[in-house]
């Protein structure tokens, strides 16, 4: 019971870290994707200390809140049927988010904990690029032909949209609008969990409950 206490104690103030981090984006995208202060790594931390089961529940909560802030800060629900709220709910948010638990996958006892976690974190990040990705493909792919046509697809844009068309030029799209804010985004996540992983105290409470579970 003290140790359920104690993880959900710690759990809702990384989650509220998480989303503190969230407000400091160092740029944002129109319709949804920032590049963030680090706010993926409190989720992450709570999956590598206390397991994945607790980190992918960690993640959905968090997804929940960064649905709340996406409903009244992007462009992203605009113009949505119900349909097309619900799956920008699911994909965007709860998967996308939830996948943070992952981050404690490859975590071994004592050996090599750094580069267990930065391999977690940079999964987690990827399987949430994921999550965005077929989101864009599915909803959002009707703004491609518009998107390649903008000043910083000059010459490159246009090829795009002489050689692709339909579902291919919808992926094209998705996966680069999505790429530009989570590969950044994932690069810092893996640099801040290698520091924080080295800090004593966080690597003891780390194994503490691993050997606990």
């Given at each position: 019971?003290?140790?359920?206490?104690?993880?959900?104690?710690?759990?809702?103030?990384?989650?509220?870290?998480?989303?503190?981090?969230?407000?400091?984006?160092?740029?944002r995208l129109?319709?949804?994707?920032?590049?963030?202060?680090?706010s993926?790594?409190?989720?992450?931390?709570?999956?590598f200390?206390?397991?994945?089961?607790?980190?992918?529940?960690?993640?959905?909560?968090?997804?929940?809140?960064?649905?709340?802030l996406g409903?009244?800060?992007?462009?992203?629900?605009?113009?949505?049927?119900?349909?097309?709220?619900?799956l920008?709910?699911?994909?965007?948010?709860?998967?996308?988010?939830?996948?943070?638990?992952?981050?404690?996958?490859?975590?071994?006892?004592?050996?090599?904990?750094?580069?267990?976690?930065?391999?977690?974190?940079?999964a987690?990040?990827?399987?949430?690029?994921?999550?965005?990705f077929?989101?864009?493909?599915?909803?959002?792919?009707?703004?491609?032909?518009?998107?390649?046509?903008?000043?910083?697809?000059?010459?490159f844009?246009?090829?795009?949209?002489?050689?692709?068309?339909?579902?291919?030029?919808?992926?094209?799209?998705?996966?680069?609008?999505?790429?530009?804010?989570?590969?950044?985004?994932?690069?810092?996540?893996v640099?801040?969990?290698?520091?924080?992983?080295?800090?004593?105290?966080?690597k003891?409470?780390?194994?503490e409950n691993?050997?606990?579970?």
């Amino acid at each position: 019971m003290k140790n359920n206490t104690q993880r959900l104690t710690v759990s809702g103030i990384m989650i509220a870290l998480g989303t503190l981090l969230s407000f400091l984006a160092l740029y944002r995208l129109p319709y949804g994707g920032s590049v963030t202060v680090f706010s993926m790594v409190p989720v992450m931390l709570v999956a590598f200390i206390y397991g994945v089961r607790w980190g992918l529940l960690s993640g959905a909560v968090f997804g929940a809140l960064q649905a709340l802030l996406g409903a009244t800060t992007s462009a992203a629900f605009a113009d949505q049927r119900w349909w097309g709220v619900f799956l920008i709910l699911l994909l965007d948010y709860i998967v996308a988010f939830s996948v943070l638990g992952l981050a404690g996958i490859f975590k071994k006892n004592g050996k090599n904990a750094a580069g267990s976690f930065a391999l977690g974190c940079a999964a987690a990040g990827f399987l949430r690029l994921c999550a965005h990705f077929v989101s864009g493909v599915i909803l959002f792919g009707g703004w491609a032909q518009w998107y390649f046509t903008q000043d910083g697809f000059p010459a490159f844009g246009a090829k795009i949209l002489e050689r692709t068309s339909g579902l291919g030029l919808s992926a094209i799209y998705s996966l680069i609008y999505n790429a530009s804010y989570m590969i950044p985004e994932t690069v810092l996540t893996v640099f801040a969990a290698v520091i924080l992983i080295n800090v004593k105290p966080i690597k003891k409470i780390s194994f503490e409950n691993t050997n606990k579970m």
